[in-house]
């Protein structure tokens, strides 16, 4: 089990802490059909840990559905981030809990009904209400029944009525946008019931959970807060010899690791099971080892029992150079920050070296217990995201193809010839349904190729396709080694005479290959066809766009004013490395 | 086992150890509710290993109640 502090440590620690000197920070209300007490407490200190300064609000006992049908309630006034709402099985089915076969079959269905359309009320107006996300709990599913083991022959009991309600209502969240569930049954399934719920804590104070897992309660809700405040890890950065294998390859020889076939060398495949799964979904995994390159490589490209091979890791630093100039090594090769990565090795010597030089990297205490490794991993509650997209998905085959890029880059002699070689391919698309929601996340997440950083939500996009006068557009660009997806995004205004560039952007993920001369070249000429006289653009300075400051006078804009402006009676260059199609 | 006690004690209501006396307690310590004492159970019966039954949780009152309750259940 993770290991935890007592509840007195956070009752405790959370009397000192001084919320204010926090710069990041979040509003959390606290709902529940139960006592909340120390859950509070425990949640500031954690948020306090990773460096949020957590302000709280916990409705009074039992009083969520008044504060949230409210409009004037205290709830709304506090103006929460994000709100828990904790329901439990007791309250939720009151009598019928205690004695659920005094009512028929249909009483109960009529019952469950009833609730549903209850919660579901509740959860709507909420939504509606305010501009938080709320995370609700689905019911713990009691294991005890007066039926016994007749339980689970009974149509439509105790049993049946928990998961009917459950599924639905999580049915029901999955069509609201701003609402998530929290799967409680999972973490009372997880930490066991009889743990979870101690009668004599009950009696006491109408505790339902019991204050030694108050803190890995709240551990999970943090999970959503990382995911809110976009703390979320990004990159798993792990060691070799001891930490994805048992023992030293450079000393137990190819043969002589443990991996796989033995007990110790299952513990190894579980735990590069569970890494498998997380880069499937987006995680980026990257080695940090002190090893010679041409054993670690042979291990991960022919043991046989390796799950992770080398197509899995979009990083390798296998060298003898010190650990901390690997890890800032990675992070510039992978063009991710190093506050987004994760490391795991199993020498505690080189992570207090790791943690001491780099306090941004979450350096894992991993067990000295290698069976441990593949629970220290899923205990953690870092890799949450709110959403997962395609892009996500997709992310670790992409940067496996920016290696296969980078070393083509190396055997070719000039940038020109590069560019030719990877045969890349532009393909515009307009806003649309499809396109929209990318379009939106680009404009809110690009910084460093972004002309003029304006932030669009999806609704603002909408509104702008929805005028006319605006051309919405994005690019997908392909190449020889793959495809990168939707990584380009521009709008313009249309004037009679001139058009104006409103956004013109690039992911930094295909910034180096002259694709935005491409798009540009792409609406030129269309505003030609458009019989349009001149195109406008500006160059709006932030901290992190320097990389397209020159971009539009390179391409041939003149300087008018704060402007740049480009005659369309000049001609437009049309770069010969790329192919431009429209959808 | 006295220190000890008094030592938690100190930790749970965040008072100097050495204002703790035997007859510490809700009378006289503000923080000292129903929700606390059971926190401040919940790290007896971890430290010394014990468990109370719910009649001699009821019976607390203050420090003296857990060191008489200690001894009962063997603790010196």
Known sequence: MRHEQKLSHYINAARSLNIEKYEKKIRVALLGSFTLNGMEETLKVKCSEIGVGCITYVAGYNQYNQEILNAQSDLYKFRPDIAFLLLDTRSVLGKIYDSPYTASEVERREFVEKKLAEVSHIIRSYVEKSDSKMVITNLPLPSYSPYGIYETKTVYGLRDMVIDFNTRINSMIKTLESAYLYDFDGFVRRYGESNVFDFRQFFIGDIKVSFEYIPHLVHDWVGYIKAVLGLNKKCIVLDLDNTLWGGIVGEDGFEGIRLGDTPEGKAFVEFQKILLALQQRGIILAINSKNNIDEAIRAIREHPNMVLREENFSSMQINWNDKVANMKEIAGELNIGLDSMVFFDDDPVNREYVRLSLPQVLTVDLSDDASEYAQNLMDMNDFHVLKITEEDVDRGKMYLEERQRKELEKSTTNLEDFLKQLDIRVLIKNANEFTIPRISQLTLKTNQFNLTTKRYQEEDIRDLVKKGDYWVGCAQIEDKFGNSGITGVFIVKKGKSEWSIDTFLLSCRIMGRKIEDGILAHILQKAKEGGVSTVRGTFVPTKKNKPCENFLSDFGFKKEGDDWVYRLSDPIKIPDHLRCDIE | ?76
């Open chain 2, 1 to 76: 086992m006295t220190d000890k006690l008094y030592e938690i004690v100190s930790r749970v209501f965040n008072i100097p150890i050495s204002q703790i006396t035997d007859e510490s307690g809700q009378e006289n310590i503000e923080s000292w509710d129903s929700f606390n004492v059971y926190v401040l159970l919940d790290e007896i019966e971890t430290t010394f290993d014990v468990k109370f039954n719910l009649d001699e949780t009821m019976e607390i009152k203050k420090v003296v109640d857990l060191r008489k309750l200690l001894q009962k259940h063997g603790m010196n």
